[in-house]
């Protein structure tokens, strides 16, 4: 760390830390994570959702209980990656725990964010009633990314007539974006409604919404080349498919 000359600030621990997790490095986060004496709540914050983003849960979770354990003051933005933690652990009640106690324990007001990430942990794990009983009850509009996470929800399960109510809520915030469309005709078409299916696939053609089609880069002799899904135009074709 000093040949770089980390001196040991917060302010420039979180910032490293927050930028090896973004690369997917938590080993090193977590270094320069202990190298701080007293780590203030950034770095923090930044390691726990840094684990949450990276697919280590259980490294974040265990985290958040060594800083409650420290009595560092939390913000909204610590709850993120621990209900995100929660939602890949599987651990529904641990998070609906966290969730009650950003209000009734810290005393601090939920975000658009933290419904999000409930919803998410919910949905996933097919409870829809608990669901849509926070959605009820929330004093904020929905946003899209809470609609996407139920509508997520709703593939994993088959719930048709959630997944309609959530994809036509998307429908009006973003009707440009394929990726509601394909979604939607996915859990029809695995539920066997080819009805409904055509429906979609005619709703998107009278919106004009086009799917883009899958792309990929690889790396030949220090050149990266892009390609998109069936194209033969590459003029190294077989060498990229030969390094697959």
Known sequence: ?????????????????????????????????????????????????????NGQPEESLKLFEALLESGTKLDHITFVGVLSACTHSGLVDKGLEYFNSIKEKHGLAYTIDHYACVVDLLSRSGRFNEAGDIIKKMRMKPDKFLWASLLAGCRIHGNLDLAKRAAEALFKIEP????????????????????????????????????????????????????????TSNPRLNEIHTSY
């Open 1 to 53: 760390m000093g040949r770089i000359g980390f001196n040991q600030s917060s302010f420039a621990a979180s910032a490293l830390i927050h930028m090896y997790c973004r690369c997917g490095n938590t080993e090193i986060a977590d270094r320069v994570f202990k190298w701080v004496p007293n780590p203030d709540l950034a770095s923090w914050t930044s390691l726990i959702n840094g684990y949450a983003q």
């Open 176 to 231: 440009e974006n394929a990726a509601t469309y394909v979604t939607l005709s996915n859990i029809y078409a695995a539920a066997g409604k080819w009805a409904e299916v055509a429906k979609i696939r005619n709703l998107m053609d009278v919106n004009k919404v086009v799917k883009k089609p899958g792309r990929s880069w690889t790396e030949i002799k220090r050149k990266v080349y892009t390609f998109l899904m069936g194209d």
